[in-house]
């Protein structure tokens, strides 16, 4: 079970190390690319869905599967609307809310696996199951490559022009 949070760290450290290759960097300082890299959390709602089905069968504890599960689900249906309002040209803020929810959404994920699936934490039933395939795939290479997104959309985001706010009429007195 150590080589856990090995395989989640060195996968996100070579995610992020990809985007200095230059055609990697080209293509992602493309335009409209920012609404582009918040649609793969879509996915997010089977990786949901998974942990709340594994839950019901009685093969994880709802302290990890409950919260990990529903912020999966929530950032996951979140993901198409926030891109749709990037596509149009608004929604810097709410990717960056989005971004934010997301990010503490994988921590908590991440922090609750650890706590239940190394056993620091007595629950049952035991989250072992965490650590063995198939869901081991989540924690070691969904969540590095969905955090490697987050990170990757706030940098396209501090680098995007910002749009300059909409002119309104001056103030007239009243007589």
Same mark, same amino acid.
């Given at each position: 079970m150590p080589w856990l949070p090995v395989a989640v760290a060195g996968f996100l450290g070579l995610l992020l190390a990809l985007r200095r290759i230059p055609v990697v960097a080209r293509a992602l300082a493309a335009p409209g *690319?920012?609404?582009?890299?918040? /649609?793969?959390?879509? !996915?997010?709602?089977?990786?949901?869905?998974? !942990?709340?089905?594994? *839950?019901? /069968?009685?093969?994880?504890?709802?302290?990890?599967? /409950? &919260?990990?599960?529903?912020?999966?689900?929530?950032?996951?249906?979140?993901? &198409?609307?926030?891109?749709?309002?990037?596509?149009?040209?608004?929604?810097?803020?709410?990717?960056?809310? !989005?971004?934010a929810f997301g990010m503490t959404d994988l921590v908590n994920a991440l922090t609750l696996g650890t706590l239940t699936g190394f056993q620091l934490l007595n629950v049952t039933p035991s989250g072992a199951p965490i650590s063995g395939l198939p869901l081991a795939l989540i924690p070691t290479a969904a969540v590095p490559l969905l955090f490697a997104l987050h990170i990757t959309s706030v940098s396209a985001l501090a680098r995007a022009p910002r749009a300059p706010l909409p002119a309104t009429a001056p103030l007239t007195a009243a007589i």
């Amino acid at each position: 079970m150590p080589w856990l949070p090995v395989a989640v760290a060195g996968f996100l450290g070579l995610l992020l190390a990809l985007r200095r290759i230059p055609v990697v960097a080209r293509a992602l300082a493309a335009p409209g *690319m920012v609404n582009r890299l918040e /649609l793969p959390h879509s !996915f997010r709602v089977v990786e949901g869905s998974a !942990f709340l089905l594994t *839950m019901a /069968l009685g093969h994880l504890p709802a302290l990890f599967a /409950l &919260p990990a599960g529903l912020g999966d689900i929530a950032a996951g249906l979140a993901a &198409p609307l926030v891109a749709r309002r990037l596509a149009q040209g608004r929604g810097r803020r709410a990717a960056l809310w !989005f971004t934010a929810f997301g990010m503490t959404d994988l921590v908590n994920a991440l922090t609750l696996g650890t706590l239940t699936g190394f056993q620091l934490l007595n629950v049952t039933p035991s989250g072992a199951p965490i650590s063995g395939l198939p869901l081991a795939l989540i924690p070691t290479a969904a969540v590095p490559l969905l955090f490697a997104l987050h990170i990757t959309s706030v940098s396209a985001l501090a680098r995007a022009p910002r749009a300059p706010l909409p002119a309104t009429a001056p103030l007239t007195a009243a007589i």
